[in-house]
């Protein structure tokens, strides 16, 4: 009997020393790290392994923009950094009309300009923005730009740009692509409120876009003239004291009617992001709000009339997380598109993880998702923000790009630990920012490579950070993906906090093709927000949807574009229209964009 | 019929806490699960804190039979399991077994004179903690801003030590936490509040009252626990200095055994089994 219980302790002991040892080891190996570790891998290589490679291009391409944070009280200048974090946005839209992408990107300083970079359609662009009249826009006292949004809320045919920023929303009419007109006065928009996400959809399929903004810090707060330290949330991961959110309802008259509380959408979370689809196959559009500090929201739109919040239903409002973005993709071409969501993942101290949710009953009236993100090996990219799919080497998968990045400011300094200190406190200390340690400098998941996900096919990602472009380790925020050289391929921007942006030239290896197509809606909405396009090729079927913005701060280009790999030949498109119209195309040509209006029979 | 044998509820209540005091201490760590997963929703994943459980109970049961020859009662292993599905945050289940299979095989294999030296879910969770990974983080963040549930928690949490015979330890721990963070406000220059704030958690209120009152891992004297929860403190105060977050779980874990086995070398253990009124996990 002794003898057995020696033996039982012998082997228990092994195996207690083999779990030290295998845990041990296993951390040290750090798979899926979140480190700065870039590779030597040379272009030629990446081409030769991925099929594509990113190349910086701001100074061949003109774009000198550089982004300064917004100002912030005095009183709360002990952890400026934390709240002047965002602010870095970028927007494309073809505003001339000239078939070439422009960008426009915001700033955030006191007097600081924003810039719209016209397209020349010769690889270089130039900045238009003060010209135009939509540059000079952060004059103090009208607060700080956030983001932007483009859509065309009067159907001319001309993109008119939705501004949002921290104080005083702007909307300016695009006149004939030359000049803007600022019409924000008796628009309806509020007179001040801390928006930190827009996008422009038609909720209610009337033809006139309709608005959404996200509010982050309560609208009472000027936040570079403070009466108060009061201003943070009241908890980590259950905060319902942020800013109000807004649903303007378009009036069709230029102005904008205020119906957030009669469609439902009366919560005070701390909103980062929102994109809007539908989901159920009503043609009407359900909205995603991906909220920091609390859980993300799913709002069921009932034909138009309300909306319904059934996060918790659907699956994706469980757990409290740090929600930054919302974009949609279909990553196993099964032609339904799921919700990326990102989040915070610091190793050892706060592992959220992102999160992909797929639907599990397209179709059905009442939506419902599970998280693959960790399945499809998208889940742990670090302090994320602004994120997008696209089929980088048009291989007939999308692949995903994440920004990456909090502050980046005295190397090898961590703030964490002063994090952690008030994060886990009760809500009068963690909501007064006078209790928060003094950053002095120090960084906070900082000097990080943005993550690029390589679509291996039916949604099993590689991580090609740092393999398919030169090291940056920029504070990423928002990204928007477009092809800006016309060639077939979806080139990247990424606008980066209290920095240059980072236009990323896309090169391709091999003979993938694609296909593009741009909508014009004349039944729906002119710039056929919520249409949705599925391609079926080679027994592969792939869909994606024109949106009024989607991501972090961000609007990637008008036109769907699909790669589709070595296919030569698109079997059918299918066009879902908001207004309910489907139009079919037979064996469109490929390697082409194609301009698809509304058909009206 | 029962209550009459003691003649009054007061004394009946009395008299079946004493009796089943054992009972007691699962009973409120279940109960400061419920109140956060009923105010907040806290547990990410039911499946991650059952993971944990079994391991722990499993675990327990196995070796318990293997290695010492015994049955042990099962509170102790609850316990440990129930703190490592609540303190051990990831996204995927295996820290969850892991953890809780380190911390009760260390109940068998770091011990000294027939006593286990480790708080085992502390060696657990320190250990976890401490290889920071990619996979594994600590409770850190505040579940929420009840002040009410939190003060019935402390209220009960506070009874219950008194109970077991350890509210020396819960409130020479508080007290030196206290005045050892207003000793680093300071030093630092930060706010004392910033600085008083992660008592104000949940992961505090574990560690208050069921780590470091841990009867098994505790010192025969009151005199000798109030001397090493002071320690703990005063471990703690530096680490924190040096900017760790999980200071409190590395301080008991350096601390206590050190402690245990001075006080096992100096005095025999009266007895093997684990006193009645145990909160340990």
């Given amino acids: ?601 | 019929m029962q209550q009459q044998e003691y003649g009054s509820p007061r004394n009946f209540i009395s008299e079946w806490t004493r009796k089943n005091f054992q009972y007691i201490p699962p009973a409120f760590i279940t109960l400061i699960l419920l109140t956060g997963q009923v105010t907040f929703g806290i547990l990410d994943s039911y499946v991650n804190l059952i993971v944990a459980i079994v391991t722990s109970v499993v675990g327990e049961v196995v070796l318990a039979r293997l290695v010492l020859g015994t049955r042990k009662n099962l509170a102790s292993a609850y316990i440990t399991g129930i703190s490592v599905g609540i303190l051990i945050r990831s996204n995927v289940i295996w820290p969850y077994f892991v953890t809780a299979l380190l911390s009760i095989m260390s109940k068998y294999v770091l011990r000294y004179k027939g006593r286990h030296l480790w708080n085992p879910s502390n060696f657990g969770v320190s250990w976890m903690l401490a290889l920071s990974t990619m996979n594994v983080a600590g409770l850190s963040m505040q579940w929420g801003s009840n002040l009410a549930a939190m003060s019935v928690i402390w209220i009960l949490g506070l009874i219950i030590v008194n109970r077991a015979k350890r509210l020396h330890v819960t409130v020479t721990y508080v007290a030196s936490f206290v005045i050892l963070a207003y000793i680093r406000c300071l030093i630092t220059g930060d706010a004392f509040l910033a600085e008083l704030s992660p008592l104000t958690g949940p992961m505090y209120q574990l560690f208050i009252f069921f780590m470091i009152t841990d009867p098994p891992t505790s010192v025969s004297t009151k005199k000798g626990r109030i001397i090493v929860v002071i320690l703990v403190a005063v471990v703690e105060f530096v680490l924190r200095l040096n900017h760790s977050i999980y200071a409190p779980f590395y301080a008991l874990c350096m601390v206590g055994p050190v402690a245990k086995f001075i006080d096992l070398k100096m005095n025999s253990p009266k007895e093997q089994l684990k006193p009645a009124g145990a909160m340990g996990s």
């Fill in chain 1, 1 to 601: 009997m002794k003898m057995s219980q020696k033996t039982a302790l012998t082997i228990t002991v092994i195996i207690f020393i083999a779990l030290l040892a295998i845990t041990f080891v296993a951390s040290r190996k750090n798979p899926g790290a979140l480190n700065n570790e870039t590779s030597d891998i040379a272009k030629e290589t990446a081409l030769q392994q991925y099929g594509f490679y990113l190349q910086p291009v701001n100074e061949e391409a003109g774009i000198t923009f550089r982004h300064i944070c917004p100002d912030v009280d005095p009183k709360v200048s002990n952890i400026k950094m934390q709240i002047a974090s965002v602010g870095a946005s970028a927007s494309v839209c073809d505003f001339d009309n000239d078939g070439w992408s422009d960008i426009y990107f915001t700033n955030s300083g006191n007097g600081s300009m924003n810039a719209l970079y016209r397209n020349l359609g010769n690889g270089k662009f130039e900045d238009v923005a003060a010209e135009t009249g939509v540059a000079n826009v952060n004059i103090k006292g009208t607060g700080a730009s956030m983001g932007a949004v483009w859509g065309d809320y009067d159907n001319d045919g001309f993109k008119d740009l939705l501004l949002y920023k921290w104080g005083k929303a702007e909307l300016f009419k695009n006149n004939g692509g030359k000049h803007f007109e600022r019409i924000t006065e008796g628009s309806g928009l509020p007179d001040w409120a801390n928006i930190n996400s827009a996008i422009w959809f038609d909720f209610n399929n009337d033809g006139l876009l309709d608005i959404f903004l996200g509010g982050y810090f309560k609208e009472i707060f000027h936040l570079d003239s403070l009466n108060t330290t009061k201003i943070m949330p009241e908890s980590f991961k259950y905060a319902n004291n942020g800013g109000r959110n807004f649903l303007l309802k378009n009036m069709g008259n230029g102005r904008f009617g205020d119906v957030t509380k009669q469609y439902g959408l009366t919560t005070n979370k701390w909103t980062l992001a929102a994109a809007a689809a539908d989901f159920n196959g009503d043609n009407f559009p359900e909205l995603y709000v991906a909220n920091d500090y609390s859980v993300d929201e799913f709002y069921l739109n009932k034909n138009g009339e309300t909306f319904e919040e059934i996060g918790t239903e659907a699956g994706v409002g469980h757990i409290p997380k740090s929600g930054m973005n919302a974009t949609f993709g279909d990553i196993n071409n099964d032609g339904n598109m799921g919700v990326y969501t990102t989040n915070i993942t610091e190793k050892g101290i706060l592992i959220q993880g992102n999160n992909y949710w797929q639907p599990k009953n397209g179709g059905t009236q009442t939506p419902s998702f599970v998280n693959l993100a960790q399945l499809s090996g998208i889940e742990n990219a670090g302090w994320s923000y602004g994120a997008q799919f696209g089929d980088l080497n048009n291989d007939g998968f999308m692949d995903l790009y994440v920004a990456n990045g909090f502050i980046s400011a005295k190397e090898n300094t961590s703030y964490w630990y002063d994090y952690s200190k008030v994060t886990g406190g009760n809500s009068n200390i963690i909501g007064d920012a006078k209790n928060w340690p003094d950053m002095e400098g120090k960084s906070q998941s900082g000097y990080k490579e943005d993550k690029i996900w390589l679509n291996n096919s039916d949604a099993m990602f590689e991580d090609v950070s740092g393999k398919v472009c030169p090291p940056v380790t920029y504070d990423g925020r928002a990204v928007a993906m477009a092809d800006l050289w016309n060639r077939g391929v979806l080139d990247i921007i990424v606008a980066n906090q209290n920095n240059i942006p980072t236009i990323y030239k896309n090169t391709l290896a091999g003979n993938h093709h694609w296909v593009a197509f741009d909508l014009q809606g004349t039944v729906s909405n002119a710039d056929a927000v919520g249409a949705r396009v599925q391609i079926e090729w080679e027994g592969k079927k792939q869909v994606q949807v024109v949106t009024g913005g989607m991501g972090f701060a961000s609007q990637n280009q008008h036109r769907l574009h699909f790669g589709l790999g070595a296919g030569n030949q698109i079997d059918q498109v299918t066009i879902y229209w908001p207004s309910g119209r489907v139009d079919k195309i037979q064996t469109p040509t490929i390697d082409k964009l194609h301009i698809i209006k509304e058909s009206q029979h």
